[in-house]
């Protein structure tokens, strides 16, 4: 059985920084897209991260570019998303996905098949 558990979510004042971690079990983490998803009420899933655990390569939605990156740890099949300088439109549920066996191409959050069960992320002005 899949799991993916997220922690590291909070609230935290503009210009702060939070650490997300998503550990993967029962998963087959290696050579896979794995990414980080938000959700803020009354919006859609965005994409924000992902990463291709096979070569490391990243990819970045451009709010989020130069603020956030995405990190993987292979001994532990975890997941990093490092946040900073955060702003209030970053105050999202912020999920882990996972892929089953594809690489990154398409990163909408239609070809996941794994979802972790979000951690809200808070930012005030």
């Known amino acids: 059985q899949v799991q993916l558990v997220e922690s590291g979510g909070g609230s935290v004042q503009a210009g702060g920084s939070l650490r997300l971690s998503c550990a993967a079990s029962?998963?087959?983490?290696?050579?896979?897209?794995l990414g980080w998803f938000r959700q803020a009420p009354g919006k859609e899933r965005e994409g924000v991260a992902h990463?291709?655990?096979?070569?490391?390569?990243?990819y970045y939605a451009d709010s989020v570019k130069g603020r956030f990156t995405i990190s993987q740890d292979d001994a532990k099949n975890t997941v990093y998303l490092q946040m900073n300088s955060l702003k209030p439109e970053d105050t999202a549920m912020y999920y882990c996905?996972?892929?089953?066996?594809?690489?990154?191409?398409?990163?909408?959050?239609?070809?996941?098949?794994?979802w972790g069960q979000g951690t809200q992320v808070t930012v005030s002005s």
């Open positions: 996905a996972a892929k089953d066996g594809a690489g990154c191409l398409f990163r909408g959050p239609d070809g996941f098949r794994y």
């Open positions: 029962g998963y087959t983490y290696s050579r896979n897209c």
């Open positions: 990463i291709y655990t096979g070569t490391r390569s990243t």
